[in-house]
């Protein structure tokens, strides 16, 4: 794969067609609807309408889907924001920050730094992919199982910058998370454990419904405790101030750099960049004490890394037919579907349909900021309906998305149980981000170290001896023993402290 102005220009003629501008915008509306609404996710959008691709051109359905993934990544931030719904994982560290802007009533100006930070990130990393693919494609097969393995347990010491001063409470909360992740069958072997006799536990515990049931169902049952009438009584503003967006243009090019490199790597999903997003930007900033309170910064990081990851994903799609993610996939699948392989064979036989894609994904993201500033104010007003008419809709869409993803009632069901969880966890101040964290990476990082051991025979010492692994892992470490220092110096001991008083 190589960069040539005449094919991007050309794409762009093809893409300014029309019909494709008709497509892509289809795709951008589709998108942001499905981002908004809690568990159906990109690549359920994706999937359901597959079949209606095939009375298209490839070209047009392939920037109509392209369009519905990206878009989802712009709506997925509106619940989390406004009513603490993250429909999917990549909007946890989102709604941390967002949530808390809502309640002060400045969700206007954090819905709009989520689409300015989306737009930013998405064009920036779509210069990414079209001068760099060749050289950063290359980074991502290089990894085998030992980085990975070693990338995600840095990744899981993140628990220690999202626990805050509750760090034992945190390693409680991550490991309850990788607990749940135990549940159904081994990935390499496929046998059965912790099901305890019943048939449908060997499906596994679906992560969205954690999710939701943490972060939604537990914010109603707190709502309804404390008999609230309004998320928020007045918004203050609709749109962000030009200090609020000086502060994040820094998190903005940082969560960049970071979605996008590690976008790279397949199974680095939004997921898991937007929480090393987050902690990078809570690391550097000169006020990390004001993050968990309503930190602007703290909503432009995790959308920023996001919509990076969600682009770069297309690098080693395009390149090598690997996708990132199971929206990826799904792509793939209707890529085969017209008879066009991915490789590098794609853009030498079909340059016209590869370079009009990518030239779409520009006009996109125009597309996409254009439709969803307008609509900030509609979407905070959400936050002063009343509770009691609020609440249930809430119920509602949960239960609702939550039952689409894989349209068993079981999954309901974990829901429920796991808003019962959330809802303890929160009157124990226990925190909730750790344990949807080490939930979303545990997969992963388990089978990644099972097939390391079959390299080595059992020795953990690959871990080490590998360059990339052993620079992971000693950042890990270093991550370990800079949060329990920072525990120890800035946190006294509670007995002295009762014994003072």
């Given at each position: 794969m190589s960069f040539s102005l005449d094919h991007l220009l050309q794409g762009f003629?093809?893409?300014?067609?029309?019909q494709n501008l008709l497509w892509a915008l289809v795709g951008c509306f589709i998108g942001t609807l499905v981002g908004v609404l809690?568990?159906?996710g990109p690549a359920s959008g994706i999937a359901i309408l597959l079949p209606l691709t095939t009375v298209l051109p490839p070209t047009s359905a392939i920037i109509m889907m392209a369009a519905i993934y990206y878009g989802a990544m712009y709506g997925g931030s509106t619940t989390a924001i406004v009513v603490n719904i993250p429909g999917e994982a990549s909007s946890v560290p989102?709604?941390?920050d967002g949530y808390e802007m809502a309640k002060q009533g400045k969700a206007g100006p954090a819905l709009a730094i989520c689409a300015i930070s989306s737009f930013v990130a998405g064009t920036l990393g779509l210069v990414g992919l079209t001068f760099f693919a060749p050289l950063l494609a290359d980074v991502a097969v290089v990894f085998g199982p030992p980085e990975y393995f070693a990338l995600m347990f840095m990744a899981l010491t993140l628990i220690i910058s999202l626990s805050g001063r509750a760090l034992l409470k945190g390693v409680i909360s991550m490991a309850l998370g990788?607990?749940?992740?135990?549940?159904?069958?081994?990935?390499?072997t496929g046998a059965a454990r912790l099901t305890f006799?019943?048939?449908k536990l060997l499906a596994g515990i679906d992560f969205i419904s954690v999710i939701v049931g943490l972060f939604a169902i537990s914010e109603v049952m707190v709502n309804v405790e404390q008999r609230i009438t309004a998320i928020s009584q007045k918004i203050t503003s609709w749109m962000p101030s030009w200090a609020d967006i000086k502060l994040c243009l820094g998190p903005m090019l940082r969560s960049t750099g970071v979605g996008f490199f590690l976008g790279l790597l397949p199974g680095v999903t939004p997921s898991v960049t937007t929480f090393v997003a987050y902690d990078l930007e809570k690391r550097v900033s000169k006020h990390p004490e004001r993050f968990g309170k309503g930190a602007i910064e703290g909503v432009a990081a995790p959308e920023g890394a996001n919509n990076a990851t969600s682009t770069a994903g297309f690098v080693p799609l395009f390149s090598f037919g690997i996708p990132t993610a199971p929206s990826m996939a799904v792509l793939l699948g209707g890529l085969m579907m017209y008879g066009l392989q991915p490789g590098p064979m794609l853009f030498k036989e079909n340059p016209e349909f590869v370079w009009a894609v990518i030239a779409s994904m520009y006009i996109g993201n125009v597309m996409l900021i254009v439709l969803n500033l307008p609509l900030v104010g509609m979407w905070a007003r959400i936050c002063i309906i009343p509770f009691y008419i609020l609440g249930p809709l809430i119920v509602f869409f949960s239960v609702l998305g939550t039952?689409?993803?894989?349209?068993?009632?079981?999954?309901?069901?974990v829901m429920l149980l796991f808003g019962v969880i959330g809802y303890f966890m929160r009157?124990?101040?226990?925190?909730?981000?750790?344990?949807?964290?080490?939930?979303?990476?545990?997969?992963?990082?388990e089978t990644s170290l099972g097939q390391s051991m079959l390299i080595s025979q059992g020795s953990p010492l690959i871990l080490f001896t590998r360059p990339i692994a052993a620079v992971f892992m000693g950042l890990a470490f270093l991550s370990i023993g800079r949060g329990i220092w920072l525990q120890v110096r800035y946190k006294p001991p509670e007995v002295a402290i009762e014994d003072v008083d």
């Amino acid at each position: 794969m190589s960069f040539s102005l005449d094919h991007l220009l050309q794409g762009f003629a093809t893409a300014l067609s029309w019909q494709n501008l008709l497509w892509a915008l289809v795709g951008c509306f589709i998108g942001t609807l499905v981002g908004v609404l809690p568990g159906i996710g990109p690549a359920s959008g994706i999937a359901i309408l597959l079949p209606l691709t095939t009375v298209l051109p490839p070209t047009s359905a392939i920037i109509m889907m392209a369009a519905i993934y990206y878009g989802a990544m712009y709506g997925g931030s509106t619940t989390a924001i406004v009513v603490n719904i993250p429909g999917e994982a990549s909007s946890v560290p989102t709604a941390i920050d967002g949530y808390e802007m809502a309640k002060q009533g400045k969700a206007g100006p954090a819905l709009a730094i989520c689409a300015i930070s989306s737009f930013v990130a998405g064009t920036l990393g779509l210069v990414g992919l079209t001068f760099f693919a060749p050289l950063l494609a290359d980074v991502a097969v290089v990894f085998g199982p030992p980085e990975y393995f070693a990338l995600m347990f840095m990744a899981l010491t993140l628990i220690i910058s999202l626990s805050g001063r509750a760090l034992l409470k945190g390693v409680i909360s991550m490991a309850l998370g990788l607990m749940t992740s135990l549940i159904g069958q081994d990935p390499l072997t496929g046998a059965a454990r912790l099901t305890f006799g019943f048939p449908k536990l060997l499906a596994g515990i679906d992560f969205i419904s954690v999710i939701v049931g943490l972060f939604a169902i537990s914010e109603v049952m707190v709502n309804v405790e404390q008999r609230i009438t309004a998320i928020s009584q007045k918004i203050t503003s609709w749109m962000p101030s030009w200090a609020d967006i000086k502060l994040c243009l820094g998190p903005m090019l940082r969560s960049t750099g970071v979605g996008f490199f590690l976008g790279l790597l397949p199974g680095v999903t939004p997921s898991v960049t937007t929480f090393v997003a987050y902690d990078l930007e809570k690391r550097v900033s000169k006020h990390p004490e004001r993050f968990g309170k309503g930190a602007i910064e703290g909503v432009a990081a995790p959308e920023g890394a996001n919509n990076a990851t969600s682009t770069a994903g297309f690098v080693p799609l395009f390149s090598f037919g690997i996708p990132t993610a199971p929206s990826m996939a799904v792509l793939l699948g209707g890529l085969m579907m017209y008879g066009l392989q991915p490789g590098p064979m794609l853009f030498k036989e079909n340059p016209e349909f590869v370079w009009a894609v990518i030239a779409s994904m520009y006009i996109g993201n125009v597309m996409l900021i254009v439709l969803n500033l307008p609509l900030v104010g509609m979407w905070a007003r959400i936050c002063i309906i009343p509770f009691y008419i609020l609440g249930p809709l809430i119920v509602f869409f949960s239960v609702l998305g939550t039952y689409s993803i894989r349209f068993l009632a079981y999954d309901v069901w974990v829901m429920l149980l796991f808003g019962v969880i959330g809802y303890f966890m929160r009157k124990s101040g226990f925190p909730i981000a750790p344990m949807v964290l080490a939930t979303v990476i545990a997969q992963m990082m388990e089978t990644s170290l099972g097939q390391s051991m079959l390299i080595s025979q059992g020795s953990p010492l690959i871990l080490f001896t590998r360059p990339i692994a052993a620079v992971f892992m000693g950042l890990a470490f270093l991550s370990i023993g800079r949060g329990i220092w920072l525990q120890v110096r800035y946190k006294p001991p509670e007995v002295a402290i009762e014994d003072v008083d």
